[in-house]
């Protein structure tokens, strides 16, 4: 497949931006671990990540969520939920799409999501108000 020449811009070469719905990499369901799922879900941030994508339902992108930390630690964020399987991203332009793995985490380990799901919604109800 031929790919166009990077545009070149002064001295800076800018390629041009990934490919729409190409897909990063992500464990397959048979490698999906327990450890590193709790891991992934240990943490507020990503919890919060997490509960957006199961109630929003559909897919979000990185910058639809409001987050009071850096661009890199919100990507680490994001990259930590992806490694563990929580989350499936695709990119769809320049921005990678996030999606929550529900069908596989409920084969996997059922009721274990429907829990922390419920957990975070009594936290977050208690923090709004």
């Known amino acids: 497949m031929d ?3 990077p545009l070149i811009r002064g001295t800076v070469v800018k390629t041009q931006p990934p490919a729409p719905g190409r897909p990063l ?3 397959s369901r048979d ?5 590193d799922v709790l891991h992934a879900l240990a943490d507020p941030l990503r919890l919060k990540i ?3 994508l199961a109630v929003d339902c559909g ?5 639809d969520f409001d987050l009071p930390v ?4 919100t990507t680490h964020h994001f990259r930590v939920l992806r490694e563990s399987g929580v989350i499936a991203q695709e990119y769809h332009g320049t921005s990678k ?3 929550l793995r529900r069908e596989d985490l409920d084969a996997l380990f059922p009721g274990l ?17």
């Open 3 to 5: 790919h166009p020449p």
């Open 25 to 27: 990499d992500h464990p």
């Open 31 to 35: 490698q999906i671990r327990l450890e």
């Open 50 to 52: 997490v509960h957006k």
């Open 59 to 63: 897919g979000h992108a990185c910058s």
């Open 70 to 73: 850096s661009k890199s630690t």
């Open 97 to 99: 799409v996030s999606e």
């Open 113 to 129: 999501l429907d829990s922390v799901l419920a957990a975070c919604g009594r936290r977050f109800a208690a923090a709004d108000g």
